[in-house]
């Protein structure tokens, strides 16, 4: 083959690391917003800022799929609260609260922190807070973001929590019977996320034909094409040197908050920098 093609525009040749190529942040609009988490129990979870990384990304080749920034994102889009205490439970399939078994890895004082209260192969936490967000905003409780487990599912409810004084629980489905699922010592099982209610019934959803909108079709187009363009070269490095230098290329322009043709875009996020939780004044623990 010929000599080696120049790189294509929005490409970068180069090996994926812990750094993020960018860090663009988008300000906050308006005044901070309240969240508390008002402990009900003296034996709490700890709360913390949901964490950008997943060991199971970690330990792909290259750690490939950290170059998704949409998942990435989403990893952090929330707090999560950390078990209090590690165990192993089991479920025989059978409807009754006593088919599941919970081998805590220590004695803890009753109320245990994880029971089967509903049976049905479903794990239960009760969550030891009192949530209360500023008028207008809910709480979606749900599991770890792009945090899967073998056996086990989360599932998720959403909490008015501006104005109600019930705790909730937070509850793992078991997917088949007869296997253990291991949860370890301040491993995540809960992600809280404010939602403002009502903002999802203001979208007025629609579908339309790609063409009517002819600027983001051409670029949509252009996009189709440099990408095509780029696992053709990919491919090429297989077989010849001239395009060694593509073998570990990517497309950057996402994960740059720009169109094809260079343009930024006027909000971007590469990362979430939710603030942790403050602790009480002193005297008042």
């Avoid at 809960?190 to 034909?209: D, N, Y």
């Avoid at 001239?242 to 260079?262: I, L, N, S, V």
């Amino acid at each position: 083959m010929g000599g080696a093609s120049p790189p294509m525009p929005g490409y970068t040749v180069e090996r994926m690391s812990s750094v993020d190529p960018g860090d663009v942040e988008t300000a906050a609009a308006g005044a901070d917003l309240s969240l508390l988490a008002l402990p009900t129990t003296r034996r709490g979870a700890s709360i913390v800022p949901a964490p950008r990384w997943r060991d199971w990304i970690n330990a792909m080749e290259e750690r490939w799929a950290n170059r998704c920034l949409p998942l990435l994102v989403a990893n952090e889009s929330g707090w999560v609260l950390l078990n209090p205490v590690g165990f192993t439970a089991r479920w025989s399939g059978e409807p009754g609260r006593s088919a599941i078994t919970i081998d805590l890895d220590e004695d803890v004082p009753n109320p245990r922190p994880v029971e089967s209260h509903f049976g049905y192969g479903i794990i239960t936490w009760s969550v030891p807070y009192l949530f209360r967000t500023p008028p207008g905003f809910n709480l979606l409780a749900r599991g770890p973001a792009n945090w899967p487990k073998d056996g086990v599912s989360p599932l998720e409810g959403l909490v008015e929590t501006d104005w109600s004084v019930a705790t909730f629980t937070m509850n793992w489905k078991f997917t088949r019977p007869d296997i253990d699922v291991r949860f370890d010592p301040d491993e995540p099982f809960c992600m809280i996320v404010p939602q403002q209610r009502g903002e999802l019934e203001r979208f007025a959803p629609e579908i339309r034909p790609l063409s009517s909108e002819p600027q983001i079709h051409a670029d949509a187009e252009r996009w189709s094409r440099e990408r095509d363009g780029l696992q053709v070269k990919k491919f090429l490095a297989s077989y010849s040197k001239d395009f060694e230098e593509f073998r570990t290329a990517w497309e950057q322009d996402y994960f740059r908050g720009r169109t094809p043709e260079g343009h930024l875009a006027e909000e971007h996020e590469t990362r979430r920098k939710l603030r942790p939780f403050a602790p009480p004044p002193a005297g008042d623990a």
